[in-house]
């Protein structure tokens, strides 16, 4: 998980494995709940976990992103602010993630300005969904999924996938028809 970030000698790698907790979920089990402060960045062992927020005008939730097996994920609004979350990090099935709280990543910054790397992370979470979010149509976006993260086809049900791509389901069932494989 560490290879996702950059380059670490064995005893920083040692250093950032006892700096870990690890925490098993149940099915639709909060992580991170709307108003809740985020404290941490997680790495998926195994599961998967969606991220919404409810639209009350319309009495639905709206998938702001998905996770699935070894990723990383975290509320970046919240992390990134220590703000109120405005989403619910939830798993979709039962789930093991590895957790490391700002608290530790600060300390394991002080040891070794390597981990400054972490930043990475928090620079590339938003701009994926923004990408397809403001740039593509309906196809595209179902394309876009479909070659860079697959597996999300695989863990999620359209309906997730449709609100995720923030298309309705019966539009994707029609780009899905169309799509030639």
Known sequence: MLEQIGNFSDAETELFNNS???ISLAKNEILVAEGEVSKSVYFIVHGSF????????REEKVITDLHVENEWMFNVDSL???APSKKA???FEPSEVLELTLEHLHKLIAVSEKF???NKLFSLSDSKTV???RNLNP???????LKTRPQLLQVFPLAIIASYLKIRPETLS????????
């Open 174 to 181: 029609r780009v899905r028809a169309n799509v030639i494989i």
């Open 131 to 133: 990408f397809y979010d």
């Open 50 to 57: 969606y991220q919404f927020f409810m639209n009350h005008e």
């Open 20 to 22: 870990l907790h690890t």
């Open 116 to 118: 400054l790397q972490f």
């Open 89 to 91: 990090l939830i798993s």
């Open 139 to 145: 196809a595209e976006k179902y394309n876009y999924i």
């Open 80 to 82: 990134v602010s220590q």
